[in-house]
């Protein structure tokens, strides 16, 4: 399994990023994926899960209405549309498999600032 996070960067407050996490190693139209974060000293924390084929995506109430996930399962590849952005979205950010629990890939950092 692999999973390679990226699209991460410097935004402004209000602004907004889309993040892209590429997948090799598993069969990934079979698994649910996830998008998780960790802000500065704090743990990690669920961001958004989606289906394997799409159909359902469940946010955390922090960031609900402002993310968007979704996935292209023929580009092997979930994003995360992130819009209205805070500073408290500052965090690494990292895409998960239910196809490999407890895999981290290396993330992408977000820092939202002025």
């Known amino acids: 399994v692999q999973l390679v996070e990226s699209g991460g960067g410097l935004v402004q407050p209000g602004g907004s990023l889309r993040l892209s996490c590429a997948a090799s190693?598993?069969?990934?139209?079979?698994?649910?994926m996830s998008w998780y974060r960790q802000r500065p000293g704090k743990e990690r924390e669920l961001v958004a899960t989606?289906?394997?084929?799409?159909?359902?995506?469940i946010y955390a109430d922090s960031v609900k209405g402002r993310f968007a996930m979704s996935r292209d399962n023929a580009k092997k590849t979930v994003y995360l549309r992130m819009d209205s952005l805070k500073p408290e979205d500052t965090a690494v950010y990292y895409c998960t498999t239910a196809a490999a629990p407890g895999y981290w890939g290396q993330g992408t950092q977000v820092t939202v600032s002025s």
């Open positions: 989606i289906t394997s084929t799409g159909g359902m995506t």
């Open positions: 190693g598993f069969t990934f139209s079979s698994f649910r």
